[in-house]
């Protein structure tokens, strides 16, 4: 299949293929004429690649995925290099959920502060000789 074909089976662009191939993802062979020619195995490293995306992945990150399965294997993930950036990636998300339970908990903190000085409405305090009209800087109007 051609370039468009394959991208659009995977729902993704020609232009991201052409990248995907300029990162060593994908190996397009070249018909007599030049054009990029994908079969089924290509379709489904592609469709790897755009999962692992789905759930956070770099491209960087998806190729050990990719390596695994040109290797023959039945999933990306059958092999360990593919495990280990699950690993990480987990550790990386529980960090930021970490962070963000403590963020949580602070501004948790300060709503239970402000609500307990029972605030009300905002008022804006009246100056002296404000009469909410805006002066004049033109010298005839004033007098």
Same mark, same amino acid.
């Given at each position: 299949m051609?370039?468009g074909?394959?991208a659009k089976?995977?729902?993704?662009?020609?232009?991201?293929?052409?990248? /995907?191939e300029?990162?060593?993802?994908?190996?397009?062979?070249?018909a007599?004429?030049? /054009?990029?020619? /994908?079969?089924?195995?290509d379709l489904?490293l592609?469709?790897?690649?755009?999962?692992?995306?789905?759930?956070?992945?770099s491209l =960087? $990150?998806?190729k050990?995925?990719?390596?695994?399965?040109?290797a023959?294997?039945?999933s990306?993930?059958s092999?360990?290099?593919s495990?280990?950036? /699950?690993?990480?990636?987990?550790?990386?998300? $529980?960090?930021?959920l =970490?962070?963000l339970?403590?963020?949580?908990?602070?501004l948790?903190s300060?709503l239970a502060g402000?609500?307990?000085?029972?605030?009300?409405?905002?008022?804006v305090? $009246?100056?002296?000789?404000d009469?909410?009209?805006?002066?004049?800087?033109?010298?005839?109007?004033?007098s």
């Amino acid at each position: 299949m051609r370039i468009g074909e394959l991208a659009k089976m995977a729902g993704t662009t020609p232009r991201a293929l052409r990248f /995907y191939e300029a990162q060593g993802l994908l190996g397009a062979r070249r018909a007599a004429n030049g /054009y990029r020619e /994908y079969d089924d195995q290509d379709l489904r490293l592609l469709r790897e690649i755009l999962a692992l995306q789905e759930v956070g992945l770099s491209l =960087d $990150d998806t190729k050990p995925f990719v390596e695994c399965l040109r290797a023959g294997n039945e999933s990306g993930d059958s092999c360990t290099d593919s495990i280990e950036v /699950y690993e990480r990636k987990l550790a990386e998300v $529980d960090a930021c959920l =970490d962070r963000l339970g403590s963020l949580r908990a602070s501004l948790l903190s300060k709503l239970a502060g402000a609500l307990a000085r029972q605030p009300g409405p905002c008022q804006v305090a $009246d100056h002296p000789g404000d009469t909410g009209e805006i002066a004049s800087t033109n010298p005839r109007e004033s007098s």
